[in-house]
């Protein structure tokens, strides 16, 4: 388009005249553009509850502040990719399960614990934003210049032990000499300590393996067995908690402090609700209403573990929380399995 002198001293004199009035002129900012990913697909309706329902609530009540470029999937970064690609400043925040990156942040370490993870599990406030838990993981995380914005309200439903064949693993005895698929370091130490052979295999690969008696069993979330349909290959789950996981928004600490005022709100605003719906929804909505009913109903036995099993299980497993307390610092790691067990600190 061509201005012409006229148009030109038309829209100064409009200036002026707002000016004498006492009219300001703004000009509109555009929202910030961030970038997030998951690994995980929207097929895991469970555990993409979560993170899409972040995007949709920054997106629906904040899209003045915050333009979310979001993937799923691992279409952008695979889970292997995300940690290196966040530190970098390649993304701005990531969706993450604390079991794949134990071992590059220890602290996360405490949502999988084996003798932890039961009573954190039945007890999710003490791992909600602001809890003293919650408090001390961000205080170490942030030792590596990251942050996490919500821990998702709580654990996930502890990964069990789920095995073919007959009599399968119904007891912890029955681990001895087992090939078991694991996923945590955790859980490799647990499974280790009762004489089995842990091995590391993912959850794409699971069903598989099972059917070709690769592993004899498998320890793993609910979610990982309905979502890949493992329960085809089952034949019976021993309910002794060896491992857990949550799942936590992430983002670069100096990065995410260097955020207008508007978008850290519309964060965590989206934060607060993801920590009150994420676990929450996943254990209750999917797990008890949907998942276990159908396992059941397809023949899958429950083996629930007696008082003494879940002793044992503890007290063979001390070796590796100790193993974690002396990763993570004595101080650190013991004030943290106190905080998690309802302990004063």
């Known amino acids: 388009m061509t201005l012409s002198r006229r148009s030109v001293l038309a829209g100064t004199a409009a200036l002026s005249a707002g000016a004498a009035f006492g009219f300001t002129i703004r000009t509109a900012s555009a929202a910030e553009t961030l970038t997030g990913v998951t690994y995980l697909p929207p097929s895991y309706a469970d555990l993409a509850y ?36 966040l530190r970098s400043g390649t993304i701005d925040f990531m969706f993450h399960t604390t079991s794949y990156i134990t071992r590059s942040l220890p602290i996360l370490g405490i949502t999988g614990l084996p003798g932890v993870v039961g009573p954190l599990y039945e007890n999710p406030d003490r791992l909600k934003i602001g809890s003293p838990l919650f408090e001390l993981i961000n205080t170490e995380l942030n030792k590596q210049g990251l942050t996490a914005l919500s821990l998702g309200g709580g654990i996930m439903e502890p990964e069990f032990i789920w095995s073919t064949g007959s009599p399968g693993i119904r007891t912890l005895e029955a681990i001895d000499g087992k090939k078991i698929r694991v996923v945590s370091f955790e859980a490799t130490k647990a499974i280790e300590d009762f004489g089995g052979a842990a091995v590391r295999i993912p959850s794409s690969e699971l069903y598989l393996a099972l059917q070709r008696g690769t592993v004899d069993a498998a320890v793993a979330n609910i979610s990982t067995i309905n979502g890949r349909s493992v329960q085809e290959q089952i034949k019976q789950v021993f309910t002794v908690p060896v491992t857990a996981y949550g799942i936590g928004i992430f983002v670069q600490t100096d990065r995410y402090a260097a955020q207008p005022d508007a978008v850290k709100s519309a964060m965590q605003a989206g934060a607060a609700w993801f920590d009150e719906n994420s676990a929450k929804t996943a254990n209750e909505d999917y797990y008890e209403q949907q998942y276990w009913p159908k396992f059941r109903e397809s023949g899958v036995e429950v083996i629930e573990p007696d008082q003494a099993a879940l002793d044992r299980f503890a007290e063979v497993s001390a070796n590796v929380r100790e193993a974690w307390i002396q990763e993570v610092g004595e101080e650190v790691g013991k004030k943290a399995i106190a905080l998690a067990m309802g302990e004063s600190a």
């Open 50 to 85: 979560g993170s899409q329902g972040f995007v949709d609530f920054v997106t629906d009540n904040h899209a003045d502040a915050v333009t979310i470029d979001f993937y799923d999937s691992g279409r952008l970064l695979s889970a292997d990719e995300q940690l290196p690609a």
